[in-house]
């Protein structure tokens, strides 16, 4: 599991989930992560059948296995019912490599504070009292909290005013430089940019220039470059996809804004 302190995702959240039930109509799936209303247990949800795939579907089996890991979406939380209702149907490929990738890396993280508890006589909830909820409060995740302390150093560390000694510290950061390799992936595109005003090719580096005043984090990369008229490249590097996807998003977003707003046309097509 990736302990989160809240005890159910938000709508639209793409979770991973196990398999427990496989009925007729419906699958039903423990969310591995989260507590539920049962203090100690585990959010459990539903796929209707008809969440499972666009196609009508003859055997259910065909789709899912029993105790099998599958990417979710989210799509309504009842807390105090306890009820989740999730679909397969609306997470495509891409999503499902994705989100289980980082998935993966966070329970490489997790492990390593259960290492860490294991030698200082602390079990996984004190360690997440102690370290890990201070760096989901800043970071988010840990992928990216382990990313930054790799690639900062253990100043970067220090800035969280962890609740532990300095002989802990130093350990944990060392668990760290020694343990986590930073990760690096990138998604491609293609940008066709059309302005119809004389000073169109203004018009297309002050839409870049607007792009590249984004917020991203020192890990995070931005590349468009030139390929023939009207064609561009943008390629976008990144620790884990989350980021790279949502980065990728609010930089075609501003730069389609603001080409539609000055009388151009605005094409993007993902190429990786």
């Not at 992936?185 to 004389?198: A, N, P, R, S, T």
């Not at 995070?220 to 390929?227: A, N, P, W």
Request: proline share 2%.
């Amino acid at each position: 599991m990736v302990k989160k302190r809240q005890p159910f995702p938000v709508e639209d959240e793409l979770v991973v989930v196990q398999v427990v039930d496989i009925e007729r109509m419906a699958i039903y799936v423990e969310l591995e992560d989260y507590e539920g209303n049962t203090r100690g247990g585990r959010a459990r949800g539903m796929v209707h059948i008809s969440e499972l795939a666009n196609r009508w579907i003859r055997n259910i089996t065909n789709y899912v296995k029993l105790n099998q890991r599958i990417v979710l979406k989210v799509l309504r939380v009842n807390p105090e019912k306890g009820h989740i209702d999730l679909s397969l149907r609306r997470v495509n490929n891409e999503q499902q490599s994705n989100v289980m990738s980082d998935w993966k890396f966070e329970r490489k993280c997790e492990n390593l504070f259960r290492l860490f508890g294991n030698h200082h006589k602390m079990n996984l909830e004190q360690v997440y009292e102690k370290i890990g909820f201070p760096m989901l409060d800043v970071y988010g995740t840990l992928h990216d909290a382990f990313d930054g302390i790799k690639e900062e150093g253990i100043e970067e560390l220090k800035k969280l005013d962890l609740n532990i000694s300095e002989d802990l510290l130093t350990e944990l950061f060392e668990m760290i430089d020694s343990n986590i390799q930073l990760s690096q992936v990138e998604i491609e595109g293609k940008l066709e940019l059309v302005v119809y005003d004389e000073n169109g090719i203004e018009i297309i580096k002050d839409a870049f220039k607007a792009s590249e005043k984004i917020k991203k984090d020192k890990l995070t990369e931005l590349h468009i470059h030139y390929i023939g008229a009207p064609v561009y490249s943008l390629r976008v590097i990144a620790s884990d996809y989350r980021k790279a996807e949502g980065y990728l998003k609010k930089i075609t977003d501003t730069i389609q804004k603001y080409i539609e707003s000055n009388n151009g046309e605005f094409l993007f097509e993902r190429t990786d």
